[in-house]
């Protein structure tokens, strides 16, 4: 079994920063892809960034430019560096862990509980 754990959430002024922090554990053989999902009150869950074993790395467009992610190999953990944050920003973000199908698609197969991030105009 697969577990994720994420750390970093709070409140946060627009225009300030926040890093979230996701580490797995587990019986995991393999990484293939590991990232950020949001999903704010009333909307859909949407992709945030995700990195492959590759090192590719995806960003939705609404946090380009303002978003980067990383991730230590080592300790299996991904860290995504929110700058300029915006209110739309303002969601629970998941942590998600798993495959490339083909291309830009993804079957997430594990999921945290989410952190709340919220950001206040």
């Known amino acids: 079994q697969v577990q994720l754990v994420e750390s970093g959430g709070g409140l946060v002024q627009a225009g300030g920063s926040l890093r979230l922090s996701c580490a797995a554990s587990?019986?995991?053989?393999?990484?293939?892809?590991m990232g950020w999902y949001r999903q704010a009150p009333g909307k859909q869950r949407e992709l945030v960034s995700i990195?492959?074993?590759?090192?590719?790395?995806k960003f939705a467009d609404a946090v380009k430019g303002r978003f980067t992610l990383s991730r230590e190999n080592a300790k299996n953990t991904v860290y995504l560096q929110m700058n300029n944050l915006k209110p739309e920003d303002t969601a629970v973000y998941y942590c998600?862990?798993?495959?490339?199908?083909?291309?830009?698609?993804?079957?997430?197969?594990?999921w945290g509980k989410g952190t709340l991030v919220t950001v206040s105009s």
């Open positions: 998600s862990l798993g495959v490339v199908i083909k291309g830009d698609i993804y079957r997430m197969d594990y």
């Open positions: 587990g019986t995991i053989f393999s990484i293939d892809a």
């Open positions: 990195i492959t074993s590759g090192g590719s790395t």
